[in-house]
């Protein structure tokens, strides 16, 4: 399985291969092409050895927040990590938010629209579901990044979609009497 992995500026890509019970051995994929394979033993409940190469290190681990703490020494390190879906719809959050105006809700990966539950001309609060989309046998609720009118709807129910497909667009106009 893929991850997702932000260590202070750094965010790299992982791949999991044959995780089990205390022990997982990992590929590290850097973007350069580069890759490192390293063998992830659970030593105690928090504690943990990883063998690379020839080198061990110990560490010992926190999760705070959803983020994971690690503790190599005097300084902890802050790693957050999430798996390729919720990578993905985080980035269609965070890519929705950061607008301003006229925002167009986008699929976050290829699935189907299971349901629209907003209609043209409607008020929407920030936050309130938009559509059902079924990716990778879920179904992801998409929520509105603003407060403001749906203007458009590109979506039907039952339609498929591929990645960043637009869905709604939601804009600042005055709600129509």
């Given at each position: 399985?893929?991850?997702?992995?932000?260590?202070?500026?750094?965010?790299?890509?992982?791949?999991?291969?044959?995780?089990?019970?205390?022990?997982?051995?990992?590929?590290?994929?850097?973007?350069?092409?580069?890759?490192?394979?390293?063998?992830?033993?659970?030593?105690?409940?928090?504690?943990?050895?990883?063998?690379?190469?020839?080198?061990?290190?110990?560490?010992?681990?926190?999760?705070?927040?959803?983020?994971?703490?690690?503790?190599?020494?005097?300084?902890?390190?802050?790693?957050?990590?999430?798996?390729?879906?919720?990578?993905?719809?985080?980035?269609?959050?965070?890519?929705?938010?950061?607008?301003?105006?006229?925002?167009?809700?986008?699929?976050?990966?290829?699935?189907?629209?299971?349901?629209v539950l907003v209609a043209e001309g409607e008020k929407v609060e920030k936050g309130q579901g938009l559509a059902v989309i079924?990716?990778?046998?879920?179904?992801?609720?998409?929520?509105?990044?603003?407060?403001?009118?749906?203007?458009?709807?590109?979506?039907?129910?039952?339609?498929?979609?591929?990645?960043?497909?637009?869905?709604?667009?939601?804009?600042?106009?005055?709600?129509?009497?």
């Open positions: 399985m893929g991850y997702i992995v932000r260590l202070n500026a750094l965010k790299q890509r992982l791949e999991v291969e044959k995780p089990g019970l205390g022990l997982a051995s990992v590929i590290v994929r850097f973007e350069d092409g580069r890759t490192i394979e390293l063998d992830a033993h659970r030593v105690e409940p928090n504690c943990f050895s990883v063998i690379v190469g020839t080198r061990v290190y110990e560490f010992d681990c926190d999760v705070q927040n959803g983020d994971i703490e690690l503790h190599f020494g005097n300084e902890p390190l802050i790693v957050s990590v999430l798996d390729e879906r919720e990578a993905l719809l985080q980035r269609a959050k965070e890519g929705a938010a950061a607008q301003e105006g006229e925002v167009t809700v986008t699929a976050p990966m290829p699935g189907k629209v299971v349901a079924e990716a990778m046998k879920m179904e992801n609720e998409l929520k509105s990044p603003i407060e403001g009118v749906v203007l458009k709807i590109f979506a039907q129910e039952g339609q498929a979609l591929e990645g960043k497909a637009p869905l709604i667009t939601i804009g600042q106009a005055a709600v129509s009497s």
